[in-house]
């Protein structure tokens, strides 16, 4: 299903108090018309000195502290969030003709809502998790085999596989949230959110 451009027209749209009601309904949306990933989106993290760099993760994890992605926290991402903990998300739903970017405050999730997750993965992904040193330099295809090899023989007795050290969850609690709607002849209609101190959130509208 694709959107038209004529779909939502601003004259129709009031935005809600709550930007996080919001995302939840476009990601709805999304989960429907999206052929892949709705979930996916674009993490920008920067180093100290102010060096950004962009990826796709996927949100795993929502609710009003904020979105989780997990990841390898050895990673150039990881160690960009250790050491300048702010970060901005970009989700982009083609089918919806809408965008949602998000900037916020980084912070690990706890050791137990991390395992909660990891436990649900497929095994092939645990095992996964601890052979890829991710954002290394690999020599060949065959290494990274040798080392899921590895692995998969070190647990194959195992019910369970352990939650590798290195592999964690970041939350991104936003401190901006805006809620892009494509329009005719690029009138689009942008929507921010900013946090007003009092434990709610102000609304605008910005020039597209
Ligand atoms: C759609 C999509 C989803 C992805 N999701 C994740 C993810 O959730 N976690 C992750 O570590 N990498 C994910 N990746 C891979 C990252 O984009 C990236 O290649 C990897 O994490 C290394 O990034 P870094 O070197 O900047 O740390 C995903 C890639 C795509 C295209």
Redesign the pocket.
């Known amino acids: 299903m694709t959107k038209s451009r004529d779909d939502e027209k601003p004259e129709n749209f009031t935005p809600p108090e709550n930007p996080y009601d919001l995302f939840i309904d476009w990601q709805a949306l999304a989960q429907t018309s999206e052929p892949?990933?709705p979930n996916?989106m674009c993490?920008a993290?920067a180093t100290p000195d102010g060096k950004p760099?962009a990826?796709?993760?996927?949100l795993?994890g929502l609710d009003e502290r904020g979105f989780v992605?997990?990841?390898?926290d050895t990673?150039?991402?990881?160690?960009?969030l250790k050491s300048n903990a702010q970060a901005a998300l970009c989700f982009h739903w083609k089918t919806l003709l809408k965008q949602v970017r998000i900037e916020g405050i980084v912070e690990q999730v706890s050791d137990a809502e991390a395992d909660a997750y990891y436990n649900t993965r497929h095994r092939g992904s645990r095992v996964g998790a601890w052979a890829s040193k991710?954002?290394q330099e690999l020599e060949s295809y065959d290494e990274l085999k040798k080392f899921v090899e590895g692995y998969e023989e070190e647990f194959k007795d195992k019910e369970t596989i352990p939650r590798p050290p290195h592999w964690n969850g970041f939350r991104i609690k936003p401190t901006y949230f805006e809620f892009w709607v494509d329009g005719e002849y690029r009138l689009h209609q942008r929507y921010l959110y900013e946090p007003d101190g009092n434990g709610g959130w102000t609304t605008k509208m910005l020039y597209p």
Do not use: E
């Open positions: 892949n990933d996916a993490l993290t760099s990826r796709m993760v996927l795993k992605f997990y990841t390898n990673s150039n991402k990881g160690q960009q991710q954002s």
